[in-house]
């Protein structure tokens, strides 16, 4: 019996990725002749990297010193500090910001707690390029820095409860692309042990859409396949959702279904979806390799 094959319908690029990686290739288009830097991966996927590189676009870490071409220095969706644009300017760079508006949105929200002076909980993963320019936005604006605190777990926040009992005012904000089930489990932990508690749900409304629609595919589905990278957070949330509701599988690419191939023979209605950073045409072979193209 041949097996139902089911994409979902908000699945790869966001708006904020497309409209990053777009921007980003016509502006090489446009200028040829001038270097193009972009500060950290653009999105979190090797294939559209190699093909920034293979356009002559180039992915730093750190901009060079030197830069008397007039070169253009992109900012992705992910954003960037206050001092990384200070940092650009100063070396002369022409800067394009991409923020991605949903991202900004959390920043301005975080600086309000700060300036409001909330002590400023940040859910979300420290080392995470988004979460950093978060902090650094609700540091820059608070009276007291270390009042401004990031948490990848309630666990984290379980440490410093003496710390959040004495608190007269707490505000929360959430990394766009988290789920909604971690908000839920901070605010069952801090309502209890609050005096005055703020929550500014930032889960932006593509990661929203994105989760929901997976969470409805997986109960009709004896099988989910979670497409993208293992470095992109939301792809990784994807698996996380899906897993207790049904087999799951989180692979990079079409190839690596060669090492699943006894679970897929035996699911027959297959579910996939596909993370913000995760390319069209790498969804498409996946879902092709499936029907058995
Ligand atoms: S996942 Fe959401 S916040 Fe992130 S780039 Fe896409 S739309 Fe913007």
Redesign the pocket.
Same mark, same amino acid.
């Not at 979902?8 to 288009?29: M, N």
């Not at 996380?240 to 027959?268: G, M, R």
């Given at each position: 019996m041949n097996k139902n094959i089911a994409l979902a319908i908000h699945a790869g690029f966001?708006?904020?990725?497309k409209r990053a990686v777009e921007t980003t290739k016509r502006l090489k288009a446009q200028n040829p002749e001038k270097e193009i830097y972009v500060l950290g991966e653009l999105i979190h996927n090797s294939q559209v990297i190699n093909e920034l590189k293979e356009l002559g676009i180039k992915t730093v870490d750190t901009l060079p010193e030197n830069n008397d071409k007039g070169a253009i220095c992109v900012i992705r969706?992910h954003g960037a500090s206050f001092e990384v644009f200070e940092d650009i300017k100063k070396k002369g760079y022409e800067l394009v910001d991409l923020t991605?508006?949903?991202?900004k949105k959390v920043q301005d929200r975080a600086i309000e707690l700060s300036k409001e002076d909330y002590f400023v909980i940040i859910l979300g993963k420290e080392e995470h390029p988004e979460v950093v320019a978060i902090t650094a936005y609700a540091r820059k604006y608070a009276k007291d820095k270390t009042r401004v605190f990031v948490a990848k777990s309630t666990d984290a926040l379980k440490e410093i409860e003496p710390t959040l009992k004495k608190e007269p005012k707490i505000g929360i904000v959430i990394q766009? $692309?988290q789920r909604i089930e971690y908000l839920k489990e901070v605010l069952e932990y801090l309502a209890p042990i609050s005096k005055e508690l703020r929550v500014i749900n930032t889960i932006?409304a593509? $990661?929203s859409l994105r989760q929901n629609e997976a969470r409805r595919l997986a109960k009709e589905s004896d099988l989910m396949v979670v497409v993208g990278s293992k470095k992109s957070a939301?792809t990784t949330h994807l698996a996380e959702i899906l897993a207790p509701l049904t087999k799951t599988i989180h692979i990079e690419c079409d190839t690596e279904l060669e090492n699943y191939k006894d679970v897929i023979q035996n699911a027959q209605n297959i579910g996939v979806t596909a993370g913000?950073s995760t390319p069209d045409y790498i969804i498409n072979k996946v879902v092709g390799r499936l029907k058995g193209e």
């Amino acid at each position: 019996m041949n097996k139902n094959i089911a994409l979902a319908i908000h699945a790869g690029f966001c708006y904020g990725v497309k409209r990053a990686v777009e921007t980003t290739k016509r502006l090489k288009a446009q200028n040829p002749e001038k270097e193009i830097y972009v500060l950290g991966e653009l999105i979190h996927n090797s294939q559209v990297i190699n093909e920034l590189k293979e356009l002559g676009i180039k992915t730093v870490d750190t901009l060079p010193e030197n830069n008397d071409k007039g070169a253009i220095c992109v900012i992705r969706s992910h954003g960037a500090s206050f001092e990384v644009f200070e940092d650009i300017k100063k070396k002369g760079y022409e800067l394009v910001d991409l923020t991605c508006p949903d991202v900004k949105k959390v920043q301005d929200r975080a600086i309000e707690l700060s300036k409001e002076d909330y002590f400023v909980i940040i859910l979300g993963k420290e080392e995470h390029p988004e979460v950093v320019a978060i902090t650094a936005y609700a540091r820059k604006y608070a009276k007291d820095k270390t009042r401004v605190f990031v948490a990848k777990s309630t666990d984290a926040l379980k440490e410093i409860e003496p710390t959040l009992k004495k608190e007269p005012k707490i505000g929360i904000v959430i990394q766009t $692309t988290q789920r909604i089930e971690y908000l839920k489990e901070v605010l069952e932990y801090l309502a209890p042990i609050s005096k005055e508690l703020r929550v500014i749900n930032t889960i932006c409304a593509s $990661t929203s859409l994105r989760q929901n629609e997976a969470r409805r595919l997986a109960k009709e589905s004896d099988l989910m396949v979670v497409v993208g990278s293992k470095k992109s957070a939301n792809t990784t949330h994807l698996a996380e959702i899906l897993a207790p509701l049904t087999k799951t599988i989180h692979i990079e690419c079409d190839t690596e279904l060669e090492n699943y191939k006894d679970v897929i023979q035996n699911a027959q209605n297959i579910g996939v979806t596909a993370g913000a950073s995760t390319p069209d045409y790498i969804i498409n072979k996946v879902v092709g390799r499936l029907k058995g193209e």
